[in-house]
């Protein structure tokens, strides 16, 4: 079963940077995707950044591209979500998702991931 646990939220004034953390266990194959998804009270759950592990390959949501990256450590157990120049649209949880194999198709869903974290809160001020 795999187990996901993120890190790394907080506050901060916009323009600031935060980076998050997701560590990753009970994977049986080095294949795999993981992703970033956001969810801001009274919206839906959507689609921040993921990373194809095999073949290497990264999404963007389009309001995030230059600013987010998302990038794992050499040992691919813990997946980061770099984020620069933030601003108070960017204040949700943030919650780290896994999927065996390749990413979900389309990847910005919620559906089709098969493990999620608990989430953690990141509040940009202005």
């Known amino acids: 079963q795999v187990q996901l646990v993120e890190s790394g939220g907080g506050s901060v004034q916009a323009g600031g940077s935060l980076r998050l953390s997701c560590a990753a266990s009970g994977f049986t194959s080095s294949s795999r995707c993981m992703g970033w998804f956001r969810q801001a009270p009274g919206k839906e759950r959507e689609g921040v950044a993921a990373?194809?592990?095999?073949?290497?390959?990264?999404y963007y949501a389009d309001s995030v591209k230059g600013r987010f990256t998302i990038s794992q450590d050499n040992t691919k157990t813990t997946v980061y979500l770099q984020m620069n120049s933030l601003n108070p649209e960017d204040t949700a949880m943030y919650y780290c998702a896994a999927d065996r194999g390749f990413c979900p198709s389309p990847w910005y869903s919620r559906v089709g991931w098969d493990s999620w974290g608990q989430g953690t809160q990141v509040t940009v001020s202005s």
């Open positions: 990373l194809q592990t095999a073949p290497g390959r990264v």
